[in-house]
């Protein structure tokens, strides 16, 4: 699963995800990619679940880019524990993700079989997302 190596500090602050991304907005890698509709977060056991689904759908073939990374540490307290003692202890990591960011990318595989792909990661993940894909000049069309 993925987590950072080192961080900075151990606990974060809860945060918000509002407003739009600028960066990674767009298709960078690959043809085909799953984009964000609308903010939230997206924890390190989603986005394995969404890469596994997605490599066995194209059956490893082609090339899969995860373009978020969990890297802010959600703590919890313990199961009937009363109020105060503290903040409780880092138990997973999260991805912010704002509406608007490229989540994955396909390339090297057909039309159908990235599509197919990324509407499984789809299903995998707790935000509402669509399927873009790469302007191209012989099908004159994008999707």
């Keep these: 699963m993925l987590a950072p190596s080192k ?8 945060g918000r995800v509002k407003g739009r991304a600028s960066n990674g907005a767009s298709l960078a ?13 997206v924890t390190a056991r989603q986005i394995e679940a969404a890469r596994k689904a997605a490599m066995r759908q194209m059956k490893r073939k082609g090339r899969l880019w995860i ?13 009937e524990v009363r109020m105060g003692k503290g903040k409780g202890s880092p138990e997973f990591f999260v991805a912010r993700v704002c509406a608007g960011k490229m989540l994955f990318e396909i390339a090297g595989v057909e039309c159908e079989v990235a599509v197919q792909a990324l509407r499984l990661v789809a299903a995998k993940l707790p935000i509402k997302t669509k ?13």
């Design 67 to 79: 373009r978020i990374f969990p890297d802010i540490p959600v703590s919890k307290k313990p199961a």
């Design 29 to 41: 890698f690959g043809d085909f990619g799953l984009k964000a509709v609308e903010g939230w977060r």
């Design 131 to 143: 399927v873009v894909r790469r302007y191209s000049e012989m099908e004159g069309q994008s999707v």
């Design 7 to 14: 961080q900075k500090f151990r606990k974060a602050h809860k």
